[in-house]
């Protein structure tokens, strides 16, 4: 048999095969998928091209409560934890489930203006309360349990009272219905997330009213919070009625602008002499404690 050596060899005029494209060249070709309708889409920071969905809240949970017989069903969250300055504000809502106002979400993820927004549209188609642990109250009792506190008046003062509670965080209240602690509530439960709005904005108004009382502060910016303009402002002008004692940067002004007020520490270890004297008169009998 004679073999055609041709078949071999490709010939020499004949171009090459054209070889695979890397996966990693593909990978950067292939367009990124679409984000789930009504879902946010982040980049983290460091990691180019990189997409997370985050869903949105939902009113799964509150309908299936009312599915169950359920009703009233109120969300409830704060604004205000971690500022030096300012109260912590608490809201409640029970949302009219025919009239949900579209757009509603965790207060962190919308802008000053869509918070503004939907605050109206919440505040008129559903049913809200605000509670405030005032400044006073935060150094008093600590800033959990004046969260706590305000978010308890805020379910109180809801104009109907409702049957079950969702609340954001792990710490469950100490209501007369049943309430259940959501953790990362204000991205998942609607109810919160509409609380999360109204709380947000009631104390966002607050501090622009209290930066006109305490000008140079810039409270109407940073609403109290420890960035550096207000750390800046702290050390500068010292802490105001409105600043919160114990919180440390507010504690270290006070020491530098005003340290009459600042108590010392006491010493436990300290060791005091104490003077006792015997009256000589007395006999003691040694062997009485035997």
């Known amino acids: 048999m004679i073999r055609d050596k041709s078949a071999r060899k490709p010939a020499k005029d004949a171009p090459e095969p054209e070889k695979a494209a890397p996966k990693k060249d593909a990978a950067k070709k292939a367009a990124p998928a679409k984000a789930a309708k009504g879902s946010a889409v982040k980049t983290p920071a460091g990691r180019q091209g990189a997409i997370i969905a985050v869903a949105s809240p939902t009113f799964r949970r509150e309908r299936a409560l009312i599915k ?122 609607l109810s919160i997330a509409a609380a999360s709005i109204i709380a947000k904005v009631t104390r966002d108004r607050l501090m622009c009213a209290l930066a006109q009382d305490c000008p140079g502060y810039g409270f109407e910016q940073h609403k109290g919070y420890a960035v550096p303009e207000h750390l800046d402002a702290l050390d500068r002008l010292g802490p105001t009625i409105h600043h ?45 404690g035997l």
């Open 68 to 189: 169950r017989g359920v009703w009233p069903v109120a969300g409830c969250d704060e604004a205000g934890r971690g500022p030096l300055a300012g109260p912590v504000v608490a809201a409640a809502v029970i949302l009219d489930p025919d009239r949900i106002p579209r757009g509603i979400d965790d207060s962190k993820r919308l802008t000053a203006e869509e918070r503004e927004r939907l605050f109206d549209k919440i505040c008129a188609t559903a049913q809200v309360s605000v509670a405030v642990a005032s400044r006073s109250r935060i150094d008093r009792d600590n800033i959990l349990r004046a969260s706590l506190w305000a978010l308890k008046r805020a379910v109180v003062a809801l104009p109907d009272t409702p049957r079950h509670v969702f609340v954001d965080g792990r710490d469950r209240l100490d209501t007369a219905c049943d309430c259940e602690a959501v953790i990362g509530g204000d991205g998942i439960v």
């Open 244 to 288: 919160r004692s114990f919180f440390a940067p507010v504690a270290a002004a006070r020491a530098k602008h005003m340290p009459s007020t600042v108590e010392p520490v006491r010493d436990l270890f300290a060791v005091t002499e104490v003077e006792v004297q015997v009256d000589a008169s007395v006999e003691i009998d040694a062997s009485a």
